[in-house]
């Protein structure tokens, strides 16, 4: 075995260990329905995609945090927002 494979090996594996649901580096991302979400996401999304189209509502699990992201097209342009699980926005994931 080459040198340069066993270094990558190595880095690999000690990589890999550190990825777990208690390390900042796990995300579970799940497509949800407006109704999958908690009363006060939903009427924060209702509220931030007045008038405009819904395309996709993400509930994000990272960091042992619950982030929703909701994309959607308001004149003509695609946007997104960051809900926290009590309604409030975020600038992006927790």
Partial sequence: MSRHVLVRTFIILLLGSFVGPGCSLWKKETVVTLDQTPPAVRTTIQKVTAGSTI????????????????????????????????????????
């Fill in 55 to 94: 395309k996709e509502i993400e509930k994000i699990e990272a960091n042992g945090k619950i982030t929703y992201e909701v994309e959607y097209m308001k004149e003509g342009k695609e946007l997104d927002a960051y809900i926290a699980e009590d309604g409030k926005i975020v600038k992006g994931v927790q």
